[in-house]
Every structure is written in C-alpha cells, then in structure tokens.
C-alpha cells in the first residue's frame, strides 16, 4: 500500500500534508483553474476529508517507474454516490508535485461542488495561515 494511501485511509492529514511538494498543483474536478502551492492544496484536501463520507480506495494503480499513481475511490456526499480517481505525480524527491482528482457522476460532482464551495473560504483562511 502506498504512504499516501494510507495517510488518507488512516484520516492522517499531516502525513497527507508531509508528502506534497512545496510547489504542488492541484486540479481540482469543479473548479477550472489548478491551484498551485501546498497551503491551498492541504487546505482544500483537509476540507474534503469533511465533505467525503464513507470514502475508500478500491484500487491502486501504479507505473513501472514509480512517479505515477492512480487512486480509484468510492464515497458519498450526502446523498450523492461519488465514484472517483486520485491521479498523483511523484517528483525526484517522492513527494507529490502534481495531484488530479477526477470524479463522477455529474451528480456527485455538483454535491462535491456545493460542499466545497460552502467551506471555500475557511479553506481560504486556512491556507493563508499556513505560508
């Protein structure tokens, strides 16, 4: 199992945090515009172990070289079935410099959507408190 898998499974934001580059980017599924940096990014992953119920990997996929590491994950907000993917990059030092979550339905993505927009600007706040 991967340290990042873990991290999440085991709700160890800080772990989460320790293994994202300084200069990750983040892209989320309902918002256009990456965010870059790691305030925002663990911000905004901190939030989303809030708005995720019943969240679980079910799969783990990896390539020969150990920089790439897909994520499929299956969880709820509120109502709302979610299935979706965590695509991760590695940079030379293991920590991720690049983090791609993709979801679906387009049901879940707008309850995601609502639930994250309703936290944004205590995200926002975290984030800035944390540079």
């Known amino acids: 199992m ?9 709700g160890d934001h800080a ?3 320790d293994l ?3 200069d990750v980017v ?15 990014t663990a911000a905004i992953l901190g939030a989303v172990l809030h708005v995720f119920e019943d969240f679980t990997y079910v ?5 020969a070289g150990g920089r790439d590491l897909a994520l499929v994950f299956e969880a709820r907000v509120g109502d709302r079935a979610v299935q979706g993917c965590d695509f991760l990059h590695f940079d030379e030092d293991g ?16 309850a995601l959507q609502a639930a994250m927009a ?4 205590s995200i926002e706040q975290e984030a800035s408190g944390a540079s």
């Open 118 to 121: 309703a936290r944004f600007a």
């Open 95 to 110: 920590l991720i410099d690049d983090f791609t979550v993709m979801v679906r339905p387009l049901s879940g993505a707008q």
């Open 26 to 40: 983040f892209t989320s599924p309902v918002v256009f515009k990456p965010y870059a940096g790691k305030p925002i």
């Open 20 to 22: 994202l580059a300084e």
């Open 2 to 10: 991967h340290p990042f898998r873990k991290a999440v499974e085991d």
């Open 59 to 63: 799969r783990e996929i990896t390539d």
């Open 15 to 17: 772990a989460v945090v």
